[in-house]
C-alpha cells in the first residue's frame, strides 16, 4: 500500500509540473501533449490494484495543479482564490470521475475518447452559457507562449489545442498500454508501423500544418498611441483625483500623437471613475479630453470607464443596482453601474460599449434570484452589481469598425469572434492587470490576446493600467510591448482586415462535436448494463 501511494505522489507530481509549466514558463507548451500521461498512468494502476477512494488522489492532483498556475488570483482576493481554485479542480474532478464510471461500463478506447469528449465539453460550456465561468485553465492555452505551433487556430480556435493535447496525450499513453500488457508484440508488423504512425501524427501533425497557416496581408494600416500610466489600483484614488490622472495620461501621451496622421490614443480599462452616461458633455474628464483633441485634431480616444446610469422610480428597475435614496414622494434614485469603453473625436461623439463577460464577485452575481435575496439575508454587498451589454457590437473610429475587448473578455474565444462577424477590422483590449501584481497572472491574461489574434487574424492593440500593453499582429507575435510597473507609452501601427477566419465564419466547430460525442457515449455507457 505505502508503495502504491509513493508511486501516486510521483505520478501527481510529474502531472503537475508537466501541466504547470506551458502556464508559466514561456515556449514550453508542447509538454501539454505529453502532461496527461502520468494522470492515466496512475488511474490505470488504481484500477488494476482496486484502490479505495481513489477519487481523493484526482481531486487532490487538480487542486494542486490549480493552485500552482493560478494562485496569484489571491492578491486580489483570498477567498475568490481558494474558492477559484477548489470549485475548478472539484469540476475538472466530476469529469474524470465520469470517465471512471463509463469505464465499467464501455470495452476498449471508448471510455477515453468519452474523457476527451466530455473534457471539451465541460471547456465548452464554461466559455458559452457558465454564469460561474473560469476558464483560464482551458488546454488549449497551453500554447499560448508557443504561437508558432498553433497558427491553425484561425481553424479551429483554441478548443482545436484542447483535442490536440488529447489526442497525442492518449496515443502516448495507448503505446504505453500495449508495450506493458505485451499486446504489441502479437501485433502485425503493419499493426505495429500504424500504431506509431497514428501516434507521430497526432504528435506532429498539428506543428507541421501551422507552418502552412498564414494570415493574409493587411489592406491598410492605422496609428495607434498606447498609454500605460502604471497607477496602483488599490491607491490611486487615493493618490490622485481623477483630475490628477487625467492629466497624467495626457502629458504621457501628448508629444507621442502624430500631427496630421489620423491616429487613436488609447487609454486602459476603469481608467476614468463615476462617468455618468445621463449627461456626458457634463462630465470633467470628458470635457478635458475634448480640450486634448482640440489641440491633436486628427486624433481620436478611446478609454475605460466605471460607467453609471440614474433612474427614478419607486421600485428597482433590476435587481442589480444600487439604491441612492428617496425624495419626498418616495421615488428612489438607483443607478446602474458598468464597465464599459468608451470613443470619442473632436465631433464631440461619445460611442459606448458595455463589458459583457463579467467576472464573477467582483462584477457579476450569477444566478441572481438565488443570491442577491442571500446577498439581503446576510445584509451586505457580498457579489458584484454591474450589468452588461447583451448583444456585442463594434465602436468606430472615423468609419473603420473595431471591436474592443474589455478585460475578461479576451479570455474567451468565440465570443471575440462576434466582433470581426459584426465587421471589426482590428481589436483593441483594455485591462487592468495592476490587481494581481508581479505574478504570472497578467502574463497569462496578455498571452491569451495573442490567441485570439491568431483565431481571428486580427491586429490587436492592447492597452493595461501597468504591463503588458503591446500591439499584437494576426500571427500572435506582439511587435511592441511594456514593461511591468513602468509609466510608459507605446505607438505604431495595426492592420486593417476584412478576413473571415474559418473560426470566425463557423464558430466552435470542436467544442459542438465534443458536446455530441460525449452525450452519445454518456446514453451508451447508461443503457449498457454493467460489466
Not at 499486446?183 to 501524427?201: L, Q
Not at 487609454?267 to 479630453?289: C, H, K, Q, V
Request: glycine fraction near 8%; charge should be positive.
Amino acid at each position: 500500500m505505502k508503495k502504491t501511494s509513493a508511486t501516486f505522489v510521483i505520478l501527481a507530481l510529474l502531472f503537475c509540473l508537466l501541466m504547470s509549466l506551458p502556464w508559466l514558463v514561456p515556449h514550453c507548451g508542447a509538454l501539454a501533449l505529453v502532461g496527461l500521461v502520468p494522470l492515466l498512468v496512475m488511474e490505470r494502476l488504481a484500477a488494476q490494484n482496486g484502490t479505495k477512494h481513489f477519487w481523493w488522489w484526482h481531486y487532490g492532483t487538480f487542486v494542486v495543479w490549480n493552485a500552482i498556475t493560478t494562485w496569484w488570483v489571491a492578491n486580489a482576493t483570498v477567498g475568490g482564490a481558494i474558492f477559484a481554485i477548489l470549485a475548478n479542480a472539484l469540476q475538472m474532478s466530476l469529469v474524470f470521475g465520469a470517465f471512471r464510471w463509463v469505464k465499467r461500463r464501455l470495452n476498449g478506447i471508448l471510455p477515453y475518447i468519452f474523457l476527451a469528449a466530455a473534457w471539451i465539453a465541460w471547456e465548452k460550456y464554461y466559455l458559452t452559457i457558465a454564469e460561474i465561468s473560469w476558464p483560464w485553465l482551458v488546454l488549449g492555452n497551453a500554447f499560448a507562449e508557443t504561437t508558432s505551433l498553433i497558427q491553425w487556430y484561425s481553424v479551429t480556435g483554441h478548443l482545436g489545442g484542447s483535442l490536440w493535447v488529447w489526442c497525442a496525450n492518449l496515443s502516448v499513453f495507448g503505446l504505453m498500454v500495449a508495450l506493458s500488457d505485451g499486446r504489441m508484440a502479437r501485433w502485425t508488423s503493419k499493426a505495429r508501423v500504424a500504431a506509431f504512425a497514428g501516434a507521430v501524427v497526432a504528435f506532429f501533425g498539428p506543428m507541421v500544418w501551422s507552418a502552412f497557416c498564414r494570415p493574409k496581408a493587411p489592406e491598410a494600416f492605422a496609428e495607434v498611441v498606447i498609454g500605460q500610466p502604471n497607477f496602483d489600483p488599490y491607491h490611486k484614488f487615493q493618490a490622485y483625483t481623477q483630475e490628477q490622472q487625467d492629466s497624467l495620461f495626457l502629458s504621457l501621451v501628448d508629444s507621442h500623437v502624430p500631427e496630421g496622421r489620423p491616429s487613436l490614443v488609447i487609454a486602459p480599462e476603469t481608467f476614468t471613475s463615476r462617468f455618468y452616461l445621463d449627461d456626458i458633455p457634463s462630465n470633467p474628464s470628458f470635457s478635458r479630453y475634448q480640450e486634448f483633441l482640440r489641440r491633436h485634431p486628427d486624433a481620436t480616444l478611446l478609454f475605460g470607464a466605471s460607467a453609471y446610469n440614474e433612474t427614478w422610480s419607486y421600485a428597482a428597475p433590476s435587481l442589480l443596482c444600487y439604491d441612492l435614496g428617496a425624495d419626498a414622494s418616495g421615488r428612489h434614485l438607483w443607478y446602474t453601474s458598468r464597465n464599459s469603453a468608451i470613443v470619442t473625436d473632436t465631433t464631440g461623439r461619445a460611442e459606448v460599449f458595455h463589458k459583457s463577460k463579467l467576472v464573477v464577485g467582483t462584477e457579476l452575481t450569477p444566478y441572481p434570484k438565488v443570491f442577491v435575496p442571500l446577498e439581503k439575508l446576510f445584509g451586505g454587498n457580498l457579489m458584484g452589481k454591474c450589468q452588461g451589454q447583451k448583444d456585442v457590437t463594434c465602436l468606430h473610429w472615423g468609419d473603420v469598425p473595431f471591436g474592443v475587448a474589455v478585460c475578461y473578455e479576451s479570455v474567451y474565444g468565440e465570443y471575440c469572434t462576434k466582433y470581426v462577424r459584426k465587421g471589426a477590422q482590428f481589436l483593441a483590449v483594455i485591462t487592468n492587470d495592476a490587481w494581481w501584481g508581479n505574478t504570472p497572472g497578467y502574463r497569462q491574461h496578455f498571452s491569451y490576446s495573442r490567441l485570439r489574434a491568431i483565431e481571428t487574424r486580427r491586429y490587436i492593440a492592447r492597452c493595461a493600467n501597468t504591463g503588458i500593453s503591446a500591439i499584437i499582429d494576426p500571427s500572435g507575435k506582439y511587435l511592441s510591448e511594456t514593461p511591468w510597473w513602468q509609466e510608459a507609452v507605446t505607438y505604431g501601427h495595426v492592420g486593417l482586415s476584412s478576413e473571415v477566419t474559418p473560426f470566425v465564419r463557423y464558430g466552435d466547430i470542436t467544442g459542438r462535436i465534443a458536446v455530441l460525442l460525449f452525450a452519445l457515449l454518456a446514453v451508451a455507457a447508461i443503457v449498457r448494463r454493467r460489466k
